[in-house]
């Protein structure tokens, strides 16, 4: 295992699984200028390294993340109000590119949350691919409780998690919701103890990380793009990906396991 920390990230590589953890434990991890540029910096260098072939996004001391850092908000609030819808708008610009490239990597991302996820820790939650939650966690979509409308890709991913009625209530209510009820609407997959999360996320970590990667890469791509595609456009890419995925040697390894009835042995190539 290796690790690389800054002040606000910590960067762990074990094996084929990179554990991204933010890391302002007492600020229940509350999204910094600097955990979104070392975050950046991470997923930029994982989506580049084939030999990484699964993600985990958590928080540290318990939480996964409960929203922005509302103190620092506040430093800015007696700026003219032009200047001051110049500058939040930039700053909502400046995670973007992490948030394309967390969806556009080709291998799996998961959330793991313990704890609060809120505001834009929810629209983390909401922007991996998986997520497994602890039956103690809670969940609360609160920009408008400070006057303020979703950022961090929060309202593409929740309405197509939970639909559109449901993602009104939870953006214009801004109700605090339990695990249960997060698990029941879709937005976990998995839900645990917390005594069991971290054993069980790497469980579900390494279960990824040893399937085909590049069929991974391709259920991700064909999933979130079928939202925008047409039935002709969605059948054609099908097809494309079948024939890309035949061409590698995992499914060559696949179809042999299947037929000789054992567990395949992926390699990511």
């Given at each position: 295992m290796t690790e690389h920390a800054t002040d606000h990230l910590v960067v762990t590589r074990d094996a084929g699984v990179t554990?991204?953890?933010?890391?302002?434990?007492?600020?229940?991890?509350?999204?910094?200028?600097?955990?979104?540029?070392?975050m950046f910096d991470a997923i930029d260098q994982i989506e580049h390294d084939s030999s990484i072939?699964?993600?985990i996004l958590r928080g540290?001391?318990?939480?996964?993340?409960?929203?922005g850092d509302i103190k620092n908000f506040a430093?800015?609030?007696?700026?003219?109000?032009?200047?001051?819808?110049?500058?939040?708008?930039?700053?909502?610009?400046?995670?973007?590119?992490?948030?394309?490239?967390?969806?556009r990597m080709k291998k799996p991302v998961i959330a793991s949350v313990?704890?609060?996820?809120?505001?834009?820790?929810?629209?983390?939650?909401?922007a991996c691919d998986l997520a497994i939650g602890t039956t103690g966690s809670i969940y609360r979509f609160a920009y408008s409780g400070i006057g303020a409308s979703p950022d961090g890709s929060g309202t593409y991913n929740l309405?197509?998690?939970?639909g559109t009625r449901r993602a009104l209530e939870?953006?214009?209510?801004?109700?605090?919701?339990?695990?249960?009820?997060?698990?029941?609407?879709?937005l976990l997959n998995f839900l645990v103890t917390p005594q069991d999360i971290e054993s069980e996320t790497k469980k579900l970590a390494d279960r990824l990380a040893n399937s085909a990667t590049r069929s991974m890469a391709a259920i991700k791509d064909l999933i979130y793009s079928s939202h925008a595609n047409t039935l002709e456009t969605q059948l054609a890419k099908e097809a494309r990906y079948f024939g890309k995925c035949a061409a590698t040697?995992?499914?060559?390894?696949?179809?042999?396991?299947f037929i000789e009835k054992r567990k395949p042995d992926f390699r990511g190539k």
């Open positions: 554990t991204l953890t933010m890391n302002r434990p007492k600020t229940l991890n509350a999204l910094s200028m600097d955990m979104r540029h070392a072939r699964c993600v540290a001391g318990g939480n996964f993340m409960a929203g430093e800015h609030t007696n700026m003219p109000p032009d200047q001051r819808a110049s500058y939040f708008e930039r700053r909502v610009h400046s995670i973007q590119p992490m948030l394309i490239s967390l969806q313990e704890g609060a996820a809120a505001g834009i820790g929810m629209s983390l939650m909401m309405p197509r998690i939970v939870l953006s214009m209510l801004a109700d605090r919701i339990d695990a249960q009820t997060a698990y029941n609407y879709g040697d995992d499914w060559v390894e696949g179809v042999n396991a």
